[in-house]
């Protein structure tokens, strides 16, 4: 029963990944485009402020090891497909521990409440402290520290998460379960918001520190020694917009998977009925 879950979850993953590659694709990829543009037009207008102050920029150029075009089509596809799979096959172990341990809730509100859930913790709670950005935002010195903290924020959101269920759970005796789930919704808000709150915005760490006093990595503009300025920052329309849809190709991610399974649901738990139902009879 659990293997066929699982294949399931795999499956509907693989499905809502390659639904998010071609959402991805169509609206977010021609903002990644323009944000390499801007990467390369703000080096080498860094390049020639460097060279105009006597300061050698000889090797800093970097080599593709893939083109462009691959990156944006056999890359990313494949990357968010197997990232698709790898999502519904946790989903399908999630589901399977909660499975038989929620009361009435039926297995197809079970399998949306879990892809919910699992969208919260795993996504939507860690963008809202360290929300995605596109190519050219983003410290190159910075990589360990930013994914350190975003896979914090992932892991406290779990903790929590498990910890409001447990809370649901023993409150529902004294509180009823409408009472108990907002009160565990609240203390899970209550926490994360505390915790989130203590860790350091990306403008704050160490590395960023002599770049400006910014809570943010997004590049402001680029000014020359009289404080003219010779490239422009980040356009805020196309950060927007990248969180925007990055958002919303989780949210067609998670959708996929909950609907999916739960549409595969009666089915599976129909043969499963039966396959028990057939065995009594044939040992008689």
């Known amino acids: 029963m659990e293997k066929r879950i699982i ?25 990644i485009d323009r944000a390499i543009d801007y990467e390369g037009g703000r080096d080498a207008a860094h390049t020639t402020l460097e060279a105009a102050a006597g300061h050698s920029m000889a090797g800093m150029e970097e ?27 946790l989903f399908a172990v999630v589901y399977c521990l909660f499975m038989g341990r929620v009361g009435s809730l039926s297995p197809r509100n079970l399998a949306l409440s879990v892809a919910g859930g699992m969208f919260g913790v795993l996504y939507a ?16 010195d910075t990589i360990g520290q930013r994914t350190g903290l975003y896979l914090s924020m992932v892991v406290i959101a779990a903790v929590c998460a498990v910890g409001a269920v447990w809370l649901g759970r023993k409150l529902q005796a004294r509180l009823g379960n409408w009472t108990a789930t907002i009160a565990a919704g609240l203390a899970f808000a209550v926490v994360v918001t505390a915790i989130a709150a203590l860790l350091p915005s990306l403008g704050h760490l ?15 503009p680029l000014t020359d020694s009289s404080g003219r300025i010779v490239y422009p920052g980040f356009p805020a329309d196309d ?46």
């Open 206 to 220: 160490a590395a960023n520190r002599a770049l400006g006093d910014a809570a943010t990595e997004t590049p402001g």
């Open 63 to 89: 080599s593709e090891l893939f083109t462009r075009s691959v990156q944006s089509t056999i890359g990313l596809g494949f990357g968010t497909v197997v990232f698709g799979a790898a999502m519904g096959a």
């Open 7 to 31: 294949a399931r979850g795999v499956l509907v993953g693989a499905i809502g990944g390659l639904a998010a590659f071609v959402f991805a694709r169509i609206l977010a990829e021609p903002i």
């Open 125 to 140: 709670v860690p963008f809202l402290k360290y929300p995605a950005n596109p190519p050219s935002i983003g410290n190159p």
């Open 239 to 284: 950060l927007y917009y990248f969180r925007f849809y990055s958002l919303a190709a989780q949210v067609i991610l998670w959708s996929v998977i909950g609907v999916g399974f739960a549409t595969l649901t009666p089915r599976l738990f129909r043969r499963a009925d039966e396959s028990a139902a057939a065995a009594p009879a044939a040992a008689v």
